[in-house]
């Protein structure tokens, strides 16, 4: 399509070549800023950790469960799983849980998921729906619950607590938070220095006025 536009000469259109001269304007401003004037300025130690402490709650690492799940079409066939898992064999079936899938009936293969009050894997139906459900369960095997218009069985395997992150785990988030109001204030500098005014060498001269009298 590139090739036949040219052929066609699309940019000799007049609202094409001002679209072309206006991108290739601000491509050029953009790489002036980021090769010349941007270029080897980041924020310093301080303002990098004055940021971090300001902002600390921002930067948890939530906390979530280990879960392992089997999605199905109808309440029966839960339960039907649900029994199965607590009856003779029932700790080998769960080694081989299905975790992601929405199906119609119980599977057994994939691995356990971390889950996040408010989020599941994309996969599972009513995923948002069942993490709240489950986030603040017991671990251990749970009876069938109804969610986003499926029924799942769900064993929680283990538990992860919310915590402050360090500095070191966050600072390229802490970095480039930083960098827009960085950027804002060195083009500020540099438009501040190219329109300071300039000492004037000029000498003014008046003409006199047409109605004036002539001098003797």
């Not at 975790?99 to 894997?121: C, D, E, F, N």
């Not at 986030?135 to 915590?163: C, K, S, T, Y």
Request: charged share 25%; aromatic share 6%; glycine share 6%.
């Amino acid at each position: 399509m590139f090739n036949q536009a040219k052929e066609d000469k699309i940019f000799l259109n007049n609202d094409v070549a001002q679209q072309l001269v206006s991108f290739h304007r601000q491509t050029l401003i953009d790489a002036y800023k980021q090769i010349k004037v941007f270029a080897g300025e980041e924020p310093s130690e301080e303002e990098i950790r004055s940021h971090y402490e300001a902002f600390s709650q921002s930067y948890v690492l939530a906390g979530a469960v280990k879960a392992r799940h089997i999605e199905c079409s109808t309440e029966a066939e839960a339960l039907a799983a649900y029994n199965q898992l607590q009856g003779p064999g029932g700790r080998h079936l769960r080694r081989a849980w299905r975790s992601t899938a929405r199906t119609k009936r119980p599977r057994r293969r994939g691995q356990p998921r971390l889950v996040q009050q408010g989020r599941l894997h994309r996969h599972v139906g009513g995923g948002a729906v069942l993490s709240e459900i489950v986030f603040d369960w017991d671990i251990g095997l749970h009876p069938p619950v109804e969610a986003g218009g499926n029924w799942h069985v769900v064993e929680i395997l283990g538990r992860r607590p919310a915590r402050q992150q360090a500095l070191a785990e966050v600072r390229d988030r802490v970095i480039q938070e930083l960098t827009p109001s960085l950027q804002a204030g060195i083009l500020d500098a540099t438009w501040r220095i190219c329109v300071r005014p300039r000492p004037s060498n000029t000498t003014v001269l008046s003409r006199p006025a047409r109605d004036a009298a002539p001098s003797n």
